[in-house]
């Protein structure tokens, strides 16, 4: 089946760091993938919906210019959290749909980053 | 997208049927229903998807009702691994159209 890869797994880093997160679909090309963030005892929040060749389109309050999204080709889409603080501390996922119509999503198994 | 309900926990015995409700009384035409499930630490997984019809596959059943208003999840026979958080979801087929999580409903198998 569809395999979406995300790396690194997790992540810690000092306060003011910029992390970057990859997001690979393995088998199948992904014109479109999408970012959520999950807080401990939440459920998933999409922070962007990222377009291939084009600019991401960003939900109500995630700022862009913190969470910068380059998807660059058909199979990777790459998440940079700049200057990273404790309270971006946080599970972030990567999801990508093969294909169209009603196809599923399919989720990488998530970057958790600990910012100290 | 149409919203959904779910019971926010569920018990279920190890071995028997783990049946899962979802209403979805404003779901419109062109909408599927979805159904992941979340084990701690992990991303979501894919289970199961339908539009109208019933749908079986090697990790579930989807029952879905006539009028398209409800679903229900079965797992027909649980086990531990079955320990997760479900999430039931009704999306539009539009390209570049995300999922939305809801809350989801938390099952534990118990021995």
């Known amino acids: 089946g569809a395999v979406v890869s995300q790396h690194p797994s997790w992540v810690i880093c000092k306060s003011g760091t910029s992390v970057k997160i990859e997001c690979r679909s393995l088998d199948f090309q992904a014109t479109t993938m999408f970012w959520y963030r999950q807080f401990p005892k939440q459920s998933l929040m999409l922070m962007a919906t990222s377009n291939e060749g084009s600019k991401a389109t960003y939900e109500q309050g995630v700022e862009k210019d913190k969470f910068l999204i380059n998807h660059a080709s058909l199979t990777l889409s790459t998440l940079t959290v700049t200057s990273a603080h404790p309270e971006d501390s946080s599970f972030y996922i990567c999801?990508?749909?093969?294909?169209?119509?009603?196809?599923?999503?399919?989720f990488g198994d998530g970057t958790r980053l600990s910012i100290l | 997208d149409a919203k959904t309900t779910q019971p926010p926990s569920m018990d279920c015995a190890e071995g028997r049927a783990a049946n899962l409700p979802c209403n979805h009384s404003?779901?419109?035409?062109?909408?599927?229903v979805y159904w992941y499930r979340q084990i701690h630490s992990q991303g979501p997984q894919y289970i199961i998807h339908?539009?109208?019809n019933n749908e079986t596959n090697e990790m579930a059943s989807l029952i879905i009702t006539e009028d398209r208003k409800s679903s229900t999840l079965i797992l027909p026979h649980a086990t531990l691994r079955d320990t997760a958080v479900y999430y039931c979801i009704v999306r539009g087929n539009q390209a570049g159209t995300a999922l939305i999580f809801g809350k989801g409903t938390t099952l534990s198998v118990s021995s």
């Open positions: 999801s990508a749909r093969d294909g169209q119509g009603g196809q599923p999503q399919h």
């Open positions: 339908g539009l109208k």
């Open positions: 404003t779901i419109s035409g062109n909408e599927y």
